[in-house]
C-alpha cells in the first residue's frame, strides 16, 4: 500500500466506486486518514483497509474525491498526459474528426476518465473548461498535454458559473496560451461554416453536442417552413436552410448570439430565406399560435432546464408547456425536432413529457428517430451523470 493519504468508504455505499463511478460524494466517506490537503492525491481503501481506486481529494466539494484509475498508479502528470492523448485518438483514429478547419470535443471530462477537464477544439484553438479544483492546480500540465496532441495556435479557458461555490474553486477566464483572434473563429461543419466566438460566446462557445442531430434534422427539411426555437448561433437553422427549407425563422433571447446567428445564414449563402426574432421561447410560440400561423417543421433546443434532482419535476413541466406549444404551431404532417439538454431528466422522462404535450394540444405523435450526444461527447457506462442529451424526431399529424 502506498503512503498517500487514505480515504475509507463507508460500509454498503462502495458499490458505484467500486463499479467504476468516478464521483465519490461525502456521504459515502467513512473516514479520512493522513490529512490530504485539497488536490492532493488519495488512496480510496474499502472497509477491510483494501485498495479500491485512486484520485484527487477536495474537502471543500461535496465530490469528496474525483477517481481516475482504479489500480495504484501514480496520477502524476505523465498520467493525464496519456489520457488526454488517449482521448484525443478516439477523436482522431475513431471519429475522423481531424479536419484542420473543423471543430470537436476533444476531450469530455467524466466521458473520458478525465472528470472536470472538457476541451473543445476549433481549428487550431482550443477552450478549455475546469470544473474541479485538483485539475484546475494542475491545469499547466494539463493544458501543455493538450497542445502536444493536436497542433495549437491558441488556448482560452471558460468557466462555467457555479465552479466556486461548488469547487471552492477560483479562475478568470483568458487567454492561457497563444493568440486568440479578436474577430470570431470560422469552423467546418460538413459543407456549413459556422463563426464561433471563444471569448463570450456559451459553453465553450458552440454546441458540438448537436452535430449529428443537425444532419439528423436536416434530412426533414426539404421545402418545410422553419422555427428554430432557442437557436443560438444558428446551428440547427443555418443546417436546415441550407438543405432546402423554404424559409426559417431562428428565435432567441441572446442578442449575441443573434448577431452571430445572421452572420452564419450570409457565410452560407442562405441569408435570404432566414430570419431571427428576439423572444422568449414559451411567448414567441403561444403568440404564433394565437395567430394562426403554422410551421412545417419546429426545433426546439431549450437551455438546461434541470441543474439539480430537485429541479426534475419542474424541468418536465416545462419541457411538456414548450412541445405543446409547439405542437400547436405544427401543420399536419409537421416535424418536430424536440432537445432536452438535462442529465437529470432521464430519456424516458423526456418521451412522457412530450407524449403529455401531445394529450395537451390534441395532436399526434409518433418519434422517428432518436437522437442522443455527439460521438466526441462519449457516454461512461459506468458515470450514467455523462449522458445528457436527448434529440427526438416526431412526425405530426
Ligand atoms: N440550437 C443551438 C443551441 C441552443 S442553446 C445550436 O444548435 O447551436 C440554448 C439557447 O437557448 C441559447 O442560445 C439561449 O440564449 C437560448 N435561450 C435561453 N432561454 C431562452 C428563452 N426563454 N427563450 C428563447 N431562447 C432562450
Known amino acids: 500500500m502506498s503512503d498517500l493519504a487514505r480515504v475509507l468508504l463507508a460500509p454498503g455505499r462502495d458499490g458505484p466506486v467500486r463499479g467504476g463511478h468516478p464521483w465519490l460524494f461525502s ?63 478516439l477523436r482522431t483514429d475513431s471519429l475522423g474528426l481531424d479536419d484542420a478547419d473543423g471543430a470537436c470535443r476533444l476531450v469530455f471530462s467524466e466521458g473520458d476518465g478525465l472528470s472536470g477537464f472538457t476541451v473543445d477544439r476549433y481549428g487550431p484553438w482550443l477552450s478549455v473548461q475546469l470544473t474541479s479544483l485538483a485539475l484546475a492546480r494542475r491545469r499547466d500540465a494539463l493544458v501543455d498535454a493538450a497542445c502536444a496532441a ?11 458559473k457555479g465552479v466556486l461555490q461548488e469547487e471552492g474553486l477560483e479562475l478568470r477566464d483568458g487567454v492561457l496560451r497563444g493568440t486568440l483572434p479578436e474577430e470570431p473563429v470560422t469552423v467546418r461543419e460538413g459543407a456549413l461554416v459556422f463563426e464561433v466566438d471563444l471569448r463570450t460566446g ?45 424559409r426559417v425563422v431562428g428565435v432567441d433571447t441572446s442578442r449575441p448570439a443573434l448577431a452571430l446567428a445572421g452572420r452564419n ?17 414559451f411567448g414567441w410560440l403561444e403568440a404564433e399560435g394565437a395567430a394562426g400561423r403554422r410551421y412545417g417543421m419546429i426545433v426546439l433546443d431549450p437551455p438546461r432546464f434541470a441543474r439539480t434532482r430537485r429541479g426534475v419535476r419542474q424541468a418536465i413541466r416545462a419541457y411538456e408547456r414548450l412541445n405543446a406549444l409547439a405542437l400547436r404551431c405544427l401543420e399536419a404532417d409537421g416535424i418536430l425536432v424536440t ?11 423526456f418521451t412522457r413529457a412530450v407524449a403529455a404535450a401531445a394529450v395537451a394540444a390534441g395532436r399526434r405523435v409518433q418519434i422517428l428517430e432518436r437522437g442522443g450526444q455527439a460521438p466526441d461527447h462519449p457516454v461512461a457506462t459506468a458515470c450514467p451523470e455523462s449522458e445528457y442529451l436527448k434529440c427526438l424526431v416526431c412526425r405530426v399529424t
Open 265 to 281: 445564414a450570409d457565410r452560407n449563402g442562405v441569408a435570404g430565406r432566414m430570419d431571427f426574432v428576439r423572444a422568449d421561447a
Open 27 to 89: 456521504g459515502a466517506v467513512a473516514s479520512v486518514t493522513g490529512d490530504p490537503e485539497d488536490g492532493d492525491e488519495v488512496d480510496v481503501v474499502g472497509a477491510d483497509g483494501s485498495f479500491v481506486a485512486r484520485g484527487l481529494y477536495n474537502a471543500l466539494s461535496q465530490i469528496r474525491v474525483r477517481l481516475y484509475a482504479w489500480e495504484p498508479v501514480a496520477l502524476d502528470d505523465a498520467f493525464f498526459a496519456r489520457r488526454i492523448a488517449d482521448a484525443v485518438r
Open 339 to 349: 432537445c432536452s439538454c438535462s442529465g437529470r431528466v432521464p430519456a424516458e422522462g
Open 150 to 160: 493536436v497542433p495549437c495556435a491558441g488556448v482560452v479557458l471558460r468557466t462555467e
Open 202 to 246: 456559451q459553453k465553450t462557445g458552440f454546441y458540438l453536442d448537436q452535430r449529428e442531430n443537425r444532419a439528423r434534422a436536416a434530412a426533414y427539411a426539404r421545402g418545410r417552413t422553419v422555427a428554430d426555437v432557442c437557436c443560438y448561433t444558428g446551428g440547427f437553422g443555418v443546417a436546415l436552410a441550407a438543405a432546402g427549407a423554404e
